[in-house]
C-alpha cells in the first residue's frame, strides 16, 4: 500500500520540482538571450520571434548611434536608462563589454536610437514575465 | 555601421517590433495574437500620423 502511494506521488512531485526549476530557469534565460525563455518551454516560433523583434530593435539602436546608460545615481531619466537598457540583458553586457553605445545624444537619429535600446530592454522584462507565466501554467 | 532613418521609418519600425512583442505576451492562441499585434501596429501608425497632423494644424 505505502509503495503504491509512493508511485503515484514520485512523478507528480518531480513534475512539481520541474515546473519550479522552469519558472527560475525561463525568466532567467530569457533575461539573458531575449526569447530563450520561450524557446526552453518548446515555444519555438514565439521565441524566435520574441529574439529576432527585441535583438533588431536594440542593434538598429546601437547603428543608429544611441546611448547606453551605465550604472548610475544621478538624474531619474538617467536611472530609469539604466534600468530600461538592463532589459536587454546579455545585448547591455556584452555592448557595455565592447565599450559600444557611447555616442553623444546630439542629433535626433541618435536619441531614436537611445530609445530603441531602452525600448528593447523593456520588451524585454515583458516577455520575461509571459515566460514566466507559461512556466507556471498561467498561459500555454 | 551607421543607420540613418527618417522619422516615419523609425516609427514605422518601432512600431512592428513592439507589436510583435505586444502580440505574442498579450493574447493566449495564436490567431488573437496576430490580431492582437495588428490592432497595436494600426494603432501606433495611426497616432503618429494623427500627431503629426496634430502638430501640423497647431502650427498654422
Request: hydrophobic content about 55%.
Amino acid at each position: 500500500m505505502a509503495n503504491s502511494t509512493q508511485l503515484k506521488t514520485k512523478p507528480a512531485t518531480e513534475t512539481t520540482q520541474r515546473a519550479a526549476m522552469m519558472a527560475i530557469v525561463a525568466p532567467a534565460l530569457g533575461w539573458l538571450i531575449p526569447g530563450a525563455g520561450h524557446m526552453i518551454q518548446k515555444r519555438w516560433i514565439r521565441g524566435a520571434l520574441l529574439l529576432v523583434s527585441i535583438g533588431t530593435l536594440f542593434v538598429l539602436g546601437l547603428m543608429m548611434q544611441g546611448h547606453i546608460y551605465r550604472a548610475n545615481g544621478g538624474d531619474i531619466l538617467d536611472i530609469l536608462g539604466f534600468i530600461g537598457d538592463l532589459g536587454a540583458g546579455g545585448m547591455y553586457i556584452v555592448t557595455l563589454a565592447l565599450n559600444g553605445g557611447q555616442g553623444a545624444i546630439a542629433f535626433a537619429i541618435a536619441d531614436y536610437g537611445t530609445k530603441f535600446m531602452i525600448v528593447a530592454g523593456l520588451l524585454n522584462f515583458i516577455a520575461i514575465a509571459d515566460a514566466y507565466h507559461i512556466a507556471i501554467g498561467k498561459k500555454q | 555601421m551607421t543607420v540613418q532613418l527618417t522619422h516615419f521609418s523609425a516609427a514605422f519600425v518601432f512600431a512592428l517590433f513592439a507589436s510583435i512583442v505586444f502580440g505574442i505576451t498579450h493574447r493566449e492562441t495564436t490567431r488573437d495574437m496576430i490580431r492582437y499585434g495588428l490592432y497595436c501596429f494600426g494603432m501606433f501608425l495611426g497616432g503618429v500620423l494623427v500627431a503629426g497632423w496634430a502638430m501640423w494644424l497647431i502650427r498654422r
